[in-house]
């Protein structure tokens, strides 16, 4: 290198040192560059799980203002017919009651309600029209059998849901197992079925279904005789859906009964198995129980019912008992059934009488080992919700 090249390179370098910027060395390029220091891996991992809980939450709140603004279409007055089937539906469930309030007022939901709601059926079932083990059988041959065909099972299904029906040919075999003493955490309706050594169960009336603990019934719960609880002033409207000791299917209102009075109706009737479901129409709840009685279907105002999964029972001329649990809330693409659509599968298999149980996610039916209907809440899709008491057949 020559005199003046030597000169001009270390004025170069002068000049740099002089403006800030990094001197490089005449031995290479790379000679001069300062290394950056790399992140901890602990860091690298935190940044990345905080850019997907970011997406995600932007997702979820994207998600729940296309639901909010779906919802107050649905409820407008531009859309009468969603609005009608939204309020009824969502009044009959356990937790989302309250939505129906944020988007329409109480005058509003009670009108709907009004005009979408059932006829009043108070008549006492005739025990005179069941003849247990006559000949009065329906014989639905597309039903598979088993206990020497004492049980058939059917598929039901409309374009709005789909289901199973037990037909207990021997109604002394149904009988409510319960977990009584009621404590604070129930079991699962397989739970009940094993412990009483039976082949099928169904859920049954009213229980304190919050956060899924399960543990208490509410009403009325009679099982092998026994009263087991017994505060029919707990709710408005309750009816009494159960057996005697003779195997009638018994549907009574006992709304006005004292503890006392449901302690006569118990003795005097021989109730030995029963339940208690709500029968109430208000701007809070839209609950029905009674569908067919001494074969008087019940009549319908409007729409009658909003599309839930169902739980119900019935008594043939014969004595068989109906036992049918549907889908609903999205399951399979279906939005549940209705009390026409109870009432009509009832009517089909032969029911003198039948009623509404609990439904919603509370809906399910096991037999012979499995779950041929389940909870159709997400976190439940392959069991039942825990339960205090059910119905089950030895």
């Known amino acids: 290198m020559t ?17 800030g910027r990094p001197m490089r060395s ?12 790399k992140k901890p891996l602990h860091r690298v991992i935190s940044e990345i799980f905080l850019k997907i809980l970011a997406v995600i939450l932007t997702f979820a709140l994207f998600a729940a203002a296309v639901l909010m603004i779906s919802l107050k279409m649905i409820c407008s007055d531009s ?25 329409l007022d109480g005058d509003r939901i009670q009108e709907i309600v009004d005009k979408n709601s059932m ?23 597309a039903g598979n059998s088993s206990e020497s065909e004492e049980i058939e099972l059917h598929e039901v299904s409309s374009s709005t849901f789909s289901g199973k029906l037990l037909v207990v040919k021997d109604p002394s075999r149904i009988s409510l197992a319960t977990i009584y003493p009621w404590r604070e955490e129930g079991v699962t309706l397989d739970e ?38 017994n505060e029919p002033q ?29 302690e006569n109706l118990v003795s005097e009737m021989k109730i030995r198995d029963a339940v208690t479901f709500q029968e109430e129409s208000s701007d809070v709840n839209n609950h029905f129980v009674q569908l067919i009685i001494n074969n008087e279907v019940r009549e319908m105002n409007g729409m009658g019912s909003g599309l839930n999964p169902r739980t119900a029972i019935g008594q043939r001329a014969d004595g068989a008992v109906l036992l049918l649990v549907t889908d609903g809330r999205g399951k ?7 009390a026409s659509d109870l ?39 392959n069991s039942s919700w825990k339960l205090p008491a059910g119905f089950v057949v030895k």
């Open 3 to 19: 005199e003046n090249n030597k000169q001009n390179d270390i004025n170069t370098q002068m000049n740099r040192a002089v403006s």
């Open 26 to 37: 005449s031995q290479g390029r790379g000679a001069g560059r300062i290394s950056r220091k």
């Open 79 to 103: 859309f009468p017919a969603a609005q009608r089937m939204f309020v009824t539906t969502i009044l009959e469930t356990g937790q989302l009651k309250f939505l129906a309030s944020v988007f």
């Open 119 to 141: 006829k009043k059926l108070d008549g006492e079932v005739d025990g005179d029209l069941i003849k247990v083990g006559s000949s009065g059988s329906i014989d639905v041959s």
């Open 192 to 229: 009940l079925a094993n412990r009483a050594g039976a082949v099928a169960a169904i859920n049954g009336g009213l229980y304190n279904s919050y956060n899924n603990s399960g543990g208490s019934p509410y009403g009325v719960i009679v099982s092998g005789g026994e009263i087991q609880m």
């Open 234 to 262: 707990q709710f408005p409207g309750l009816v009494l859906i159960g057996f005697t000791e003779d195997n009638i299917l018994r549907i009574i209102d006992v709304s006005e009964m004292t503890s006392s009075d449901v």
């Open 332 to 338: 399979a693409g279906h939005l549940g059934a209705s």
């Open 343 to 381: 009432i009509g599968v009832m009517l089909e298999y032969g029911a003198v009488n039948a009623a509404n149980l609990d439904g919603g996610s509370s809906s399910c039916m096991y037999y012979n080992g499995e779950y041929l209907m389940t909870s159709v809440t997400f976190y439940y899709s």
